[in-house]
């Protein structure tokens, strides 16, 4: 008999955040999840039930399973992003319920950032509305390759189909618009628990998945084995002992693609070449590696390689640039404006750098773009020119989203300023902009 720790390890696992506007039902949809899908530990259960009824409520309110901060109880809303495990014998899952009020877009923007999946809730009383279009055009921004529509609160109208048909066909032109590559509607009553999990008696002229039905079994496209080969170094490992005089390797995480024993490489951004002699898997060696898997890399010649630097297949080597254009979310309470000198961390490399433009700042509500906005504040989303102090090696974000990503630093204090994404964003390609004076830049 198979046991259950062995039937998880064989399922995959599936990255998906919740959004939606206030009051739309997020944590409600995903307590219920839980609570249909029997992931609830009984105490927590209990917890809940105690909660409810200390508020006067008869029924346990499903949203405290996720909504734990003290404000989020008292004032009946998301504001962090909450985490939560789960799985079926089916797959393995990681679930972000992110926030949904506009103050709070910096916190979705991270919860969506690694999901393969993003579940969009609307109150069917109120359709598509203005927080509905910000969250799909995030979800475009992020490349988030699979949008599910749930048109919650089916009850409070009747269960109608025209409502919800008028409802899938706005949003799916909407965010079809913005290059999302699939949608799926989903009719659901997240309190009475219609089409949550198990499927509906008061609609049966819906024929399509249950929302943890279509969870299980959309396709995961996170397999980045067949993707442009990347691997940043991340320690270089020298014992320099008896048994082991002339050991030299790379330590770090495969980010994308397979490395094989053999191949050709480029050590960037030095531009230096060589040939990968052997590869070391938990102490094993292997001919083949692919990411996830974290290996040590052995080249063929003496190279001066540091932690930083990205090792490639030299027939797939990216472009090395100083001049990063980029799409931020600026996630910290403090503004970022033009000339200010910022940390950029681009995999496990960190490079002083200078932001020299901010050509314009999205407006999410209609996509329009606000010219030359002088710097950006928080929850804002902006077009960035950033000057670093030394070549990177960067990948555009459409291509990878583990190395075309990117984070900006305070170096006063280490905080996080705004999570980058290198290229062009979704909408139209803007006009080059004019070279701007170097005069006074030290790099």
């Known amino acids: ?154 009850d409070l109208v009747g269960y109608e189909e025209p409502v919800f048909a008028k409802i899938a066909e706005e949003f799916t032109a909407y965010a079809s618009e913005l290059g999302v590559p699939e949608i799926t509607a989903i009719p659901i009553s997240a309190l009475a628990g219609d089409n949550v999990v198990e499927p509906s008696a008061h609609m049966d002229w819906y024929g399509g998945p249950t929302v943890l039905e279509h969870l299980e079994t959309v396709p995961v496209s996170h397999d980045l084995t067949g993707c442009h080969a990347r691997f940043p170094v991340q320690y270089v490992i020298r014992p320099q002992t008896a048994e ?94 033009v000339g200010q000198r910022v940390l950029l961390k681009h995999t496990t490399r960190t490079v002083k750098a200078i932001v020299k433009e901010i050509p314009s700042k999205l407006t999410l509500d209609d996509l329009s773009q606000h010219p030359a906005p002088g710097q950006l504040v928080a929850n804002d989303i902006g077009r960035v020119r950033v000057r670093t102090a030394e070549p990177l090696a960067m990948d555009a974000y459409a291509d990878s989203r583990r190395t075309g990503s990117f984070l900006l630093i305070d170096p006063a204090d280490g905080t996080t300023l705004a999570a980058g994404m290198a290229g062009e964003s979704f909408a139209t390609a803007r006009a080059a902009a004019p070279e701007a004076d170097d005069e006074g830049w030290d790099f």
């Open 244 to 337: 082991h005089p002339d050991y030299r390797g790379y330590a770090g995480q495969i980010a994308a693609g397979t490395f094989r024993v053999g191949e050709r490489v480029t050590v960037l951004p030095s531009g230096r070449t060589s040939t990968i002699a052997g590869i070391d898997l938990l102490g094993e060696p292997v001919d083949v590696a692919w990411t996830p898997q974290s290996v040590t890399l052995l080249l063929a010649d003496d190279i001066d390689i540091s932690r930083g630097d990205l090792i490639v297949p030299s027939g797939d080597a990216p472009a090395t640039t100083q001049d990063i254009e980029a799409t931020i979310c600026h996630v910290a309470d403090q503004p970022l404006a």
């Open 1 to 154: 008999m198979t046991s259950t720790t062995e039937q998880l390890s064989a399922t995959t696992l599936l990255r998906f955040a919740t959004a939606g506007s206030v009051d739309d039902g997020k944590s409600t949809l995903v307590g219920r999840l839980l609570h249909d899908s029997k992931s609830v530990l009984a105490d927590q259960l209990e917890a809940v039930e105690h909660a409810s009824r200390s508020r006067g409520q008869e029924a346990p309110d499903l949203a405290l399973l996720t909504d734990g901060l003290r404000a989020e109880r008292e004032q009946g809303i998301t504001i962090d992003v909450a985490y939560r495990y789960f799985a079926t014998p089916r797959r393995r899952f990681i679930l972000a319920d992110t926030p949904g009020h506009v103050q709070y877009t910096r916190n979705m923007v991270t919860g969506a950032s690694t999901a393969e999946l993003t579940v969009v809730l609307v109150d069917a009383r109120n359709g598509v509305v203005e927080q509905t279009r910000r969250h799909a055009a995030i979800a475009a921004l992020l490349r988030v390759p699979h949008v599910v529509l749930a048109v919650n609160k089916m």
